[in-house]
């Protein structure tokens, strides 16, 4: 046997080894890169290919105070509450639901989006007359519950909307969407 | 009433088990063959195919790594294209009579079948002048490995659209670098003896080997 053959010996078994410890991680990587949009300047990017151009709802939550199930990455559920996709390595926790079409009120897609969210998107709310809703908790979730408020109510946190990425001026109940809208829900200090 | 099959043991273990049992299998094969007259050839072809779908059925834990591939195109090499066809699809289909049965079988065996003609194509390449070049087969293995792999991709045309055929494919990448890895590991270790083992029963000498399929 030559030293050539030797050589390829030791080297197959190696990357055979370093494969199958690195092929979950490789696998979704891959499966991100196919899957995604991946494109910092749109509003969709991380979210699944096949929702780009439709109207999507996603729910973060702080790290260590997620719904049971919901802590390990971001999963992503169809109108229908099945999950499509999982990405453990995108930098929020939580989990978007899309594939809307059509909703034109922000209020509207947001109770579609609960009623297939399940036990992680359950939300809890009180409504101001005049003032529109203001959101105490998704998914039992509550911010000051979850994260520390002055007694005083100086400073503390709250669920906050944002639209297209842009932090929302107007309340959800109001909230006017476009055909390709993503609204965010995230916990944020004031 | 004592359930004496009730032992739990982890996935690693499991492995080195399935492992164990192949090597055993390879073994007692290879004795087999030893018994047999020069030119059995389609007795070799049996014990090849034995060899085959053990390995497959016992190696599934690991995603995509099983010498299947490798024994076809070395059956394409030194039997010709028509002999590599017959394993390839027999194979197929009697290690999913184990692993499970559908419309995969026939893409498998068609991919394995490719894979053979492949070996019988480049036969004069790797082995020449009573010598195999392992570098060329193992090149052509892991080429094979990505061919047979989206051979088998095409599939999913039946559930999924077309145009969702070029994200399966890049999605299963790291599962054909996994196919083509196992597959130079396999030529490696197991082409030579797998050779002396053929060379000793092939009637058919390998430049004739795809010819005959046409004729």
């Known amino acids: ?190 | 009433m004592f359930d004496a099959h009730a032992i739990t043991i982890s996935p690693v273990a499991m492995l080195a088990l399935n492992a164990s049992l192949l090597a055993f299998i390879g073994w007692a094969l290879w004795r087999a063959e030893q018994r047999l007259t020069p030119a059995s050839e389609w007795l070799l072809l049996a014990l090849m195919g034995v060899f085959a779908v053990s390995g497959r059925v016992l190696l599934d834990p690991i995603p995509n790594v099983q010498p299947v591939t490798v024994i076809v195109i070395l059956t394409g090499v030194h039997f010709g294209a028509s002999r590599s066809i017959a394993l390839a699809a027999s194979i197929a289909l009697v290690s999913n009579m184990i692993l499970g049965h559908g419309l995969w079988t026939f893409y498998q065996a068609l991919g394995w079948s490719a894979a053979g003609i492949f070996g019988a194509m480049i036969s004069s390449r790797i082995y020449s002048e009573g010598s195999l070049n392992i570098t060329r087969l193992a090149m052509a293995s892991a080429l094979a490995a990505f061919a047979f792999d989206w051979i088998v991709s095409i599939s999913v045309l039946h559930t999924l659209s077309p145009e969702l055929l070029p994200v399966y494919i890049i999605s299963g990448i790291p599962f054909d670098l996994l196919h083509a890895a196992g597959n130079v590991a396999f030529v490696a270790w197991l082409a030579m003896p797998i050779t002396d083992l053929m060379t000793r029963h092939s009637q058919t000498p390998s430049r004739t080997a795809l010819r005959e399929l046409a004729s």
Not at chain 1, 22 to 50: K, M, T
């Open chain 1, 1 to 190: 046997m030559t030293s050539a053959e030797n050589r390829l010996r030791v080297l197959s078994v190696f990357w055979l080894v370093f494969l199958l410890i690195s092929a979950q991680s490789i696998s979704i990587e891959f499966a991100r890169i196919s899957n995604l949009v991946l494109d910092d300047d749109d509003s969709h990017n991380g979210l699944p290919n096949d929702w780009d151009g439709m109207q999507v709802v996603c729910f973060n939550f702080p790290q260590g105070h997620a719904p049971e199930g919901y802590n390990d990455g971001r999963h992503h559920l169809d109108p229908s509450g099945v999950e499509k996709f999982f990405d453990p390595y995108w930098n929020e926790t939580g989990l978007c639901v899309g594939g809307f079409e059509e909703f034109g009120n922000g209020l509207d897609l947001l109770q579609a989006a609960v009623s297939a969210g399940g036990h992680a998107t359950v939300m809890e709310y009180t409504e101001y007359s005049g003032l529109g809703l203001m959101i105490d908790s998704f998914g039992g979730i509550n911010p000051c519950e979850a994260l520390a408020c002055a007694d005083d109510w100086s400073s503390g946190f709250s669920w906050t909307l944002y639209h297209n990425g842009l932090k929302s001026t107007i309340g959800v109940s109001a909230l006017p969407l476009e055909g390709d809208s993503v609204v965010t829900w995230r916990i944020d200090s004031w």
